[in-house]
């Protein structure tokens, strides 16, 4: 069985930083392209950030290029994203997921498992 579960989420004030964390287990991580997605209260989820299998490569959205970086650590099955120069417009739950091919993908519907999210709160 697929777990992913994150870690790091909390409460940061505006212009702070904090990292997320994914560890996963249940499959070949290696295999997988991963994602950070979010979603606001009363939003759909959106896309953050991708990295591929082998952590060559690595996209954004574009409103977060810059302020947000994604990685990954295939000996730990671990994904992370540090994220800095927070604002109250970041406040969402964070959630990360596996997306069994070799590039990556930005729409959820492609991602085949997720974890149950990290609430971020960044206050004023």
């Known amino acids: 069985q697929v777990h992913l579960v994150e870690s790091g989420g909390g409460l940061v004030q505006a212009g702070g930083s904090l990292r997320l964390s994914c560890a996963a287990s249940?499959?070949?991580?290696?295999?997988?392209?991963m994602g950070w997605f979010r979603q606001a209260p009363g939003k759909e989820h959106e896309f953050v950030a991708a990295v591929t299998y082998d952590g060559r490569n690595t996209y954004y959205a574009d409103s977060l290029k810059g302020r947000f970086t994604i990685s990954r650590d295939n000996a730990q099955n671990t994904i992370y994203l540090q994220m800095n120069s927070l604002n109250p417009e970041d406040t969402a739950i964070y959630y990360c997921?596996?997306?069994?091919?070799?590039?990556?993908?930005?729409?959820?519907?492609?991602?085949?498992?997720w974890g149950q999210g990290t609430q971020v709160t960044v206050s004023s």
């Open positions: 997921a596996a997306d069994r091919t070799y590039g990556y993908h930005v729409e959820a519907g492609n991602y085949d498992y």
């Open positions: 249940g499959l070949t991580f290696s295999r997988y392209a």
